[in-house]
């Protein structure tokens, strides 16, 4: 079982096993954990389990949430991952069945040299492709299906929606192929961004397989294995 070990000045505070499909973060006292800081916002972050998956998603916090050094929207936590939130540390730990499990997912990805001038060209790509992207306040996003499955509609209130053959997916698709969660939708201040989360099941935007978050136009036609549905917004009053 994977546990979450908060650290304060290199003092363990307390540790928290991961018993349950998700666990959110915050300063409020109804947070599973509860860090009571000022720069910590009220609801910070959230892990979400998904198989054998974790994943950690900012809750649009004021201060942000870092891991090892890298400010996220959403992250897939690995064995040893340093989430920074507020003045506080969390270390994540994997059992040693889950860290084979994540190793065995990895075996088909390509290495990236991480150098720090490659970090300061991707934090400024990223930074154009959130000013090239129009303000989506007020707008709703939708997922509509059109492969046929008669699945219709879905409308992407949640700051983030899962998709996948788990039971805690607000998307569920069905397939032997199909992980616990193949993609996520994050809704963001500049709009909504879709992210893969790896394996073998290939998401594609527009005919284009997608490795990291990509910003989601009106009418992205969306695939995950043999499932098609495209992408629209609307205004929040108009959404049934």
Known sequence: MARVILVFNKKVIKEYPFAKDSM?????????????????????ARIDKTGDTY??????STNGTFVNDKKITSHKLLHKDKV??????????????????????ELDKTMILDTARQKELLEKQAEKKAMAVPAQKGKLGIITFIDGSG????????????IGKAETSEIRLGGVFMPPTAATISRRPNGYAISSTGGRTK??????????????????????????????????????
């Open 55 to 60: 994943i950690l998603t900012d809750l649009q």
């Open 151 to 162: 699945e219709g509609e879905i409308q992407l209130t949640k700051k983030l929606t899962k």
């Open 84 to 105: 920074i939130i507020g003045k506080h540390l969390l270390f994540f730990a994997m059992s040693k069945q889950e860290q084979a499990k994540a190793k065995d997912g």
């Open 24 to 44: 959110t973060i915050g300063r409020d006292e109804v947070n599973d954990i509860v860090i009571d800081n000022l720069a910590v916002s009220g609801h910070h």
């Open 203 to 240: 998401v594609k935007v527009n005919d284009q397989v997608i490795k990291e978050s990509h910003y989601l136009k009106d009418f992205d036609t969306i695939e995950i294995g043999s499932y098609k549905f495209q992408f629209y917004s609307q205004d929040s009053k108009d959404a049934k």
